[in-house]
């Protein structure tokens, strides 16, 4: 069992940078051996994949955010941050953290088991 919870969304002027963080608390397994998500929903769209890390530390990333986004985890502190560079009005949308414990697909929705209740990130152009 994973309890996720998002912090650091809010309004920001196109170009600008936030730092999303992620705080998990895990019963009956440690959080490092959990893969992480980040994916975000826009208003009337759906739910959408951002970025991934693995237990070992490889990275995924959509490729709307290549280059701009940065996602990193600290074991030792139970938590999974996402950078957001260079910031898109596109990019405005709920955002949520993700946890996996099965291998496999990172970009899914299916693929994660628990889910946090999202962080709203407004980017004004």
């Known amino acids: 069992q994973v309890q996720l919870v998002e912090s650091g969304g809010g309004l920001v002027q196109a170009g600008g940078s936030l730092r999303l963080s992620c705080a998990a608390s895990?019963?009956?397994?440690?959080?490092?051996?959990?893969?992480m998500g980040w994916f975000r929903q826009a208003p009337g769209k759906e739910r959408e994949f951002v970025a991934a890390?693995?237990?070992?530390?490889?990275?995924y990333y959509a490729d709307s955010v290549k280059g701009r986004f940065t996602i990193s985890r600290d074991n030792d502190k139970n938590r999974v941050y996402l950078q957001m560079n260079n910031l898109k009005p596109e990019d405005t949308a709920v955002y949520y953290c993700?946890?996996?414990?099965?291998?496999?697909?990172?970009?899914?929705?299916?693929?994660?088991?628990?889910w946090g209740q999202g962080t709203q990130v407004t980017v004004s152009s």
């Open positions: 993700a946890a996996k414990s099965r291998s496999g697909d990172f970009t899914t929705l299916s693929a994660y088991d628990y």
């Open positions: 895990a019963s009956g397994r440690t959080f490092s051996t959990y893969a």
């Open positions: 890390i693995s237990w070992s530390g490889g990275t």
